[in-house]
């Protein structure tokens, strides 16, 4: 392409700014593959995504469909394309393919996710399975890994599962198990499709590492209250949450991944706000479940916010959950007594009763020193900072620190070497460490992972010594009487909608995109057209004010 006059690019502009989404633009031409060629750049008004949605879908629905029915296409067409292979079916509840890193897109380490799968099951045995059979519905069965890993469990199973190539193996393997083929329905349909099941009566609901693949806080929100429909379930346990309120922690990771470790501050903060623009899982604040009882009154009575337990430092223990909800049971067998023995027996810790981990400059050492000495029956600790993600919240201060400073040369990443030593300097425990702690001065604890916002990722924590039945949940159907802490939230003085990111909004960018460039198609020759249109949160102005268009050059290389 012949290089266009500035008049040419000016034209081009005044186009883009033409769309009512548009709030800025800026065209360059550059030097790509040894060509010439277009490139252009548009910021949007404040409103322009969720005006988007409303107007392509009415609330947002047709759009949600569609994120559903691509998630549909993917697993069909990919994870499950190769379900019926003998090797697959040797691997039966601990199938992990499909499980691909989202740092980098390579296989997860089989041996890290036997230890997230123990770990899971452990999770779901532990709040969700009495001690006799439990009935249970899960939604999203997939390979069948959570089905066939509680077999022992089972008193029945109901599962739906969008996929048909799942459907299909996971019935026929359940069909081959003479103690499960009678006890296991799996339908075709997706996580509203109730309908589909019958009337089960299930005591266990299961969602675990389904609901990124939702479209919208609204569907999640449909779900849940199709599943309080159930009169009979006791627990809901959603498994594998990706935790909206650790989401720039997590971005830091990936950046780092796709910047070889190596990033001037500048740089990295460019890359993080391009995955961020390019994120199209759901992703949710532990917030949202921890004030479903203020939405749910009477009905969801308790939540427990749960972190993975785990050696491995992952994505799934470093920036996944579990959202344990205990449900006030309508089931007539166990009626009101039950409902108000789970009421009374939830336990507290009144607030100046907290020992603030940070404020007290409490480490390991100092944490186990007061549990081995002191010995008191209860000792409650909050704003534990988490030891797997202690080095990106050290990354993100900097970011801030940095601000507005020239980074940006090439070789300017040896700061993240000094973060990196002062992360390590900084005390921190995982949840591993906290069992570990707990165990060797004899005493039991309790980890919630509920004020990730606020704490910016860190715990709280109870240490307590074994009680007994009358101060446990026992007789209610919980495993081995477990004791059950009522954890600070930070839900409160919240708006609901921050609660998660939306999904939708990258459809909406992606509507938007496609509309600029059928208006320059059509008022425009080809050769004018530019090659790609990116849309920024901020066009880069020089020092008096004008578009640095050397800075946007460079987020073409």
């Known amino acids: 392409m012949d290089t266009l006059e500035a008049e040419d690019i000016h034209a081009i502009e005044q186009l883009l700014r033409s769309h009512e989404s548009v709030k ?3 065209v360059l031409s550059v030097q790509k593959y040894g060509e010439n060629m277009l490139v252009g750049f548009v910021t949007l008004h404040d409103q322009a995504l969720e005006n988007q949605i409303r107007t392509l879908g009415q609330s947002g629905d047709e759009f949600e469909a569609e994120q559903v029915q691509l998630w549909e296409s993917v697993f069909d067409r990919r994870v499950y394309a190769t379900i019926d292979d003998e090797a697959r079916r040797e691997t039966v509840g601990r199938d992990f393919t499909g499980w691909i890193s989202a740092y980098d897109g390579s296989l ?3 041996t890290d996710m036997n230890e997230w799968l123990d770990d899971t099951i452990d999770m779901m045995v532990t709040h ?6 439990v009935s249970i519905v899960e939604l999203g069965t997939g390979s069948g890994m959570i089905l066939f890993s509680l077999a022992r469990h089972l008193h029945s199973y109901h599962g739906i599962e969008p996929s048909r190539r799942a459907v299909d193996f996971v019935s026929a393997t359940a069909q ?9 329905h799996v339908y075709e349909g997706t996580a509203t499709d109730f309908h589909l099941l019958g009337s089960p009566s299930p005591d266990l609901v299961v969602i675990n590492s389904v609901a990124q693949y939702f479209p919208s806080q609204a569907y999640l929100l449909e779900v849940v209250e199709g599943i309080l429909k159930f009169g009979s379930v006791q627990t809901v346990v ?3 949450i990706r935790s909206f309120a650790l989401q720039k922690e997590f971005l830091v990771t990936k950046a780092l991944h796709a910047t070889g470790g190596k990033a001037s501050k500048g740089a990295l903060r460019e890359k993080i706000s391009e995955l961020e623009q390019a994120e199209i899982e759901f992703m949710i604040d532990p917030a949202f479940f921890t004030s479903l009882p203020d939405r749910f009154p009477g009905i969801v009575e308790h939540v427990c916010i749960v972190p993975k337990k785990m050696k491995a430092t992952n994505e799934l223990s470093c920036y996944r959950y579990a959202a344990v909800l205990y449900i006030a ?10 409902q108000q023995h789970l009421v009374n027996n939830i336990r507290e810790v009144a607030d100046d009763e907290w020992i603030d981990f940070v404020a007290h400059r409490l480490d390991r050492a100092t944490l186990s020193h007061r549990l081995t000495t002191k010995s008191p029956d209860i000792m409650a600790v909050s704003n534990i900072p988490y030891s797997k993600t202690a080095f990106e919240r050290h990354c993100l201060d900097a970011l801030v620190d940095g601000k507005g400073q020239e980074e940006n040369a090439d070789d300017d990443s040896a700061w993240l070497a000094s973060v990196r030593q002062s992360s390590q300097e900084s005390p921190s425990l995982s949840a591993l460490d906290l069992a570990n702690i707990a165990q060797e001065a004899d005493y039991q604890v309790e980890t919630s992972w509920a004020r990730q916002f606020s704490q910016r990722g860190g715990f709280d924590a109870i240490f307590y010594r074994e009680q007994q039945t009358s101060d446990t949940v026992a007789g209610s159907g919980r495993r081995g009487g477990k004791a059950l802490w009522r954890f600070p939230t930070d839900h409160s003085d ?3 909608s921050a609660f998660s990111n939306q999904p939708l909004q990258q459809q909406a960018r992606q509507t938007i995109q496609r509309q600029l460039f059928e208006t320059l198609e059509d008022q425009l020759p080809m050769e004018s057209v530019p090659e790609d249109i990116v849309i920024l949160s901020a066009l880069p102005s020089t020092e008096d004010g004008k578009v640095d268009r050397q800075a946007l050059s460079e987020k073409t290389n």
């Not at 049971?329 to 039950?338: A, I």
């Open 494 to 496: 919240r708006e609901p």
């Open 329 to 338: 049971s309508k089931n007539q067998q166990n009626g009101e007594k039950q």
């Open 24 to 26: 800025d633009a800026a």
């Open 128 to 133: 969700g399975i009495r001690d006799g059979p």
């Open 108 to 110: 997860l380490d089989k």
């Open 238 to 240: 959603f498994g594998d």
């Open 176 to 184: 081959s198990i003479p103690e499960l083929a009678d006890k296991v």
